[in-house]
């Protein structure tokens, strides 16, 4: 009897320690694709306003942004074209109507451009327009010709005459420009000719037959006869953003010919984000503020503006910032922000999962952070002292079984 009496209380004591002991644990995934909108797109222009002199060509891109979750099929055209030119939408290849951008991705067409003799000094405005299929989005913005004199033409081509289809490239600092040129020869007898090409200092500069990858300094061509070859270009990592003339001469004896090219460097955007300690976590209790230093570094070439921040965060959360944005990050630039953490009254004790996403102008960057949320310090004393009661008890109950 005595065995069965003390079973039975073994068996109580088990049920009030289970009681008492508490194990929290919770998790959280990240879905990645959430974090944008279901449909968001934008078009803008490269070159909202322009300076060209006296019948020379237009030509720049437009870009599309999608920043949503759904693809989007794009309608777009030419609403405006002023007197005396003509202009088109295209690819390298067609004239387009529409163009089909898929979710999260960037596109770009081509805007041209080209006057006619009747064209004089003045200032041209061309609109450019386009919706979605459905109707939701609606685009449109304008583009600016500022025709000025005549450009100083270089000395006449003797010999031999160059010709390209753009002469003007435009790209961010860290990017390969090609652009191709047809030599065309008008000696009536076989000739080699030298390629020389001069541009900024420290620019890597290369020919190359056309879709060919070796390298070459001179051309042999027939009397009479024209071959397509490419300019590579390269600049130096870094090279600030504008635009940079670069001048291709072809001669061969007393025949020769020049061309004038240019690179339009866009700059390059680049953030990046991080702590200064390098460590991603933080300790939190519910319902109280905890604190965290970050910062913000522009590695582009390009200077960023508007940075936003976002956080993305477990429900009935509070996550601030402190500036609420950088107006202007330039490159190299270091900048120091405080973002203050409130979990929720009722969050369990665990580790959760908070991102931050640092939006610039053209470039952006996500942090990931581990909040652990721990019990407050006074249901820690509340948690000893019921072990300690329940030790007690036991105690107790023990010496008043051995008596009996």
């Known amino acids: 009897m005595k065995i069965v009496k003390t079973d039975r209380l073994m068996l109580t004591v088990s049920l009030v320690v ?14 990645s694709d959430n974090n944008r909108p279901l449909r968001s797109i934008t078009m803008a222009t490269e070159y909202p306003g322009v300076e060209v002199p006296a019948e020379e060509d237009v030509s720049m891109d437009i870009i599309f942004h999608n920043k949503g979750r759904s693809d989007e099929n794009v309608e777009v055209w030419l609403s405006e074209i002023p007197e005396g030119w003509k202009a088109k939408i ?31 000094t003045g200032k041209y405005t061309f609109q450019i327009e386009a919706k979605t299929q459905d109707g939701q989005f609606k685009m449109a913005r304008n583009v600016l010709v500022i025709v000025t004199g005549a450009a100083e033409k270089i000395e ?3 010999g031999v005459k160059l010709t390209t289809s753009y002469p003007e490239i435009s790209g961010p600092s860290d990017a390969t420009f090609e652009f191709s040129m047809e030599v065309n020869s008008k000696l ?3 000739a080699v000719f030298d390629l020389f090409a001069q541009g900024p200092k420290g620019w890597d500069i290369n020919f190359k037959p056309a879709y060919e990858t070796k390298f070459i300094t001179s051309l042999r061509l027939k009397a009479n006869q024209n071959q397509t070859i490419a300019v590579e270009v390269k600049p130096p990592p870094m ?9 291709v001469r072809v001669s061969s004896g007393d025949a020769k010919g020049e061309v004038q090219l240019a690179v339009i460097l866009t700059g390059t955007y680049g953030i ?4 200064p300690s390098g460590l991603l976590s933080l300790d939190a209790r519910q319902g109280k503020p905890a604190n965290l230093s970050f910062y913000v570094k522009n590695t582009g070439s390009a200077a960023n503006h508007d940075v936003k921040f976002m956080s993305f965060k477990p429900e009935n959360w509070k996550v601030e910032f402190t500036p609420e944005r950088l107006e202007l990050v330039e490159p190299g630039d270091l900048k120091q922000v405080e973002m203050t953490i409130t979990p929720y009254e009722d969050a369990l004790v665990g580790d959760y999962s908070i991102s931050i996403n640092v939006e610039g102008e053209k470039a952006s960057k996500i942090m990931e952070l581990r909040t652990t949320v721990k019990a407050s310090a006074a249901w820690g004393w509340i948690g000893i002292g019921i072990i300690v009661a329940v030790i007690a008890g036991l105690f107790g109950i023990f010496r008043w079984l051995g008596r009996r």
């Open 239 to 247: 090279t600030e953003a504008g635009k940079y003339p670069i001048n």
């Open 156 to 158: 006449d081509d003797r």
């Open 90 to 120: 295209k690819t390298y290849r067609f004239t387009v109507t529409g163009i089909h951008v898929p979710a999260g991705e960037d596109k770009t067409l081509t805007f041209d451009a080209q006057p006619t003799k009747e064209v004089s």
């Open 188 to 190: 009536d007898k076989d």
């Open 272 to 275: 990046e984000v991080g702590t």
């Open 18 to 31: 289970m009681a008492v002991v508490i194990l929290p644990g919770l998790c959280f995934a990240k879905d």
